[in-house]
């Protein structure tokens, strides 16, 4: 998809020092990316409170491997 944005120079040189893109194509490409790996990152936490586990479960044990 073709878009016309305006983008700040300062984030823009920002960006580029944490980014290996070369381009600003990329670099927009990997902020995009990076967004939305955070945000479904945050939707794992709704599910606190949520998750019933085994009465008999035993994280040591499977740590020994038994």
């Known amino acids: 998809m ?3 944005i305006v983008l700040d120079d300062e984030i823009v040189k ?4 944490y ?3 070369k381009t600003k194509k990329d670099l ?3 902020a995009l990316r990076e967004l939305i790996s955070s945000r479904q990152k945050l939707d794992l936490r709704e599910l606190r409170g949520k998750i019933a586990f085994r009465s008999d479960y035993d994280y040591k ?3 020994r491997g038994n």
Do not use: H, W, Y
Request: no cysteine.
């Open 2 to 4: 073709r878009t016309n």
């Open 14 to 17: 920002k960006a580029f020092k």
């Open 19 to 21: 980014s290996r893109a």
């Open 28 to 30: 927009i490409d990997e």
């Open 61 to 63: 044990k499977l740590r």
